[in-house]
C-alpha cells in the first residue's frame, strides 16, 4: 500500500509535504514553501466515524506535567460534555477542531466523538533508544486496538529513523488483520535534537533569520512544538486515514488538512513570521488557543473546505 506523508518543518525554511513510505502521513522537513492550499478532494475511503478513544503511549521519559500538557490537548478537542473544570475560553482548541470536523459533513458521514483514553508509560526504552519506522507500529499498538487513535510519543533521548533529518511526526495506519485496522501518530520531542527544525518557532530555526523565538505557552519549547506537530498528524488522521480520504496532489505526495498550511498560526504570516498571535500578559508567551484546565497552545492553521484555504483561529 503506498504511504502518505506529512511532516513538521518551518514554513519558508523547511516545512512541506511528500512521500514516506513507511507512514500513511508525516510532518516533514524539506526546503520549499508550498503555495496556498485549495480544496483537498475527497478519495471515497472511510474516515474514522463514531466514539474513538485517543490513547496516548509514552516511550521514554517524561514528567508529570509534561503528560499533563499533552492530555489537556486531548481532552480539549471535543466540547461535548464537558464539566466545568475543562471549560474553554475562545478562541479554543474545540472550535480549531471543527474545522476538522467539517469534512465529515461533505463525506457524508457521521462525526467522530473523541475522548482521551487509556495511556500507557514505557519508560524502561522496551525497544532501545533508536528505533525503526517498523517499531513505531509496535510500540503504538500497546494503545489497543478498537476503537482507537494510538498516540505514540517518543522523548528527548530518542532517535527515530528520519527524525530530524527529514520528519517531526508521522500518522499512519496497521496493516490489515482479522481484528481489524487501526490508525496511529508518532511525534518526538524535539528539544534536544533539532528545537530549531521541529519545535520552532518557540525555538530559532536552523536556517534562515534569527529572529528570536517565541515563549512556548506551557514553558516546556519540546512538548509544546511536540503539540503543534500532534495537532497536525491528528488533523491528517481523522480526515485521511488510511491514504485514501482529503487530500490534494498525487497519493504518493499528498497535501492533508493538517499539513497544507505550514509555517501560518496566524493571519498576516508569511516564510518565518508565525502570524498575528496572542499574547499571554503574565508570561509573555505566544498561543492561538485555550484548552481544558486553563491550557493556552499554539496550533496550526488548517485547510478550511469552506472556504478552499487556511484558517487560523486569530
Known sequence: MAAVIHTSALFGFFLVVS???????????????????????????????????????????????????????????SSRSKPSSAVQQKPSVATWWKTAESYYALSKSPRALLSLGNQVLDESYSLGRSLTSGQLLALAAQGGRRRAVNVLLTAEDVAVDGFCMSRCGSHAASPPSKNGRFAYVWVGNSASQCPGQCAWPFHQPLYGPQTPPL????????????????????????????????????????????????????????????GDLLVDPTTGASYNANGANGRKYLL???????????STLV
Open 19 to 77: 512521500l514516506f513510505q513507511e507512514s500513511m502521513g508525516a510532518r516533514k522537513i524539506a526546503a520549499l514553501v508550498e503555495p496556498r492550499p485549495t480544496t483537498l478532494a475527497y478519495h471515497k475511503g472511510r474516515l474514522l466515524t463514531g466514539p474513538i478513544s485517543i490513547n496516548l503511549v509514552w516511550y521514554g521519559k517524561f514528567t508529570p506535567s509534561q503528560r499533563a500538557i499533552v492530555s489537556d490537548f486531548i481532552s480539549s478537542l
Open 215 to 274: 515563549v512556548a505557552p506551557n514553558g516546556d519549547v519540546g512538548v509544546d512544538g511536540m503539540i503543534i506537530n500532534l495537532a497536525s498528524m491528528l488533523a491528517g488522521t481523522f480526515t485521511n486515514p488510511f491514504g485514501d480520504g482529503f487530500f490534494q496532489g498525487p497519493a504518493e505526495s499528498p497535501l492533508e488538512a493538517g499539513s497544507a498550511c505550514p509555517g501560518v498560526y496566524g493571519k498576516n504570516a508569511y516564510p518565518g513570521y508565525p
Open 300 to 310: 496550526p492553521a488548517l485547510v478550511d473546505p469552506t472556504i478552499s484555504s487556511c
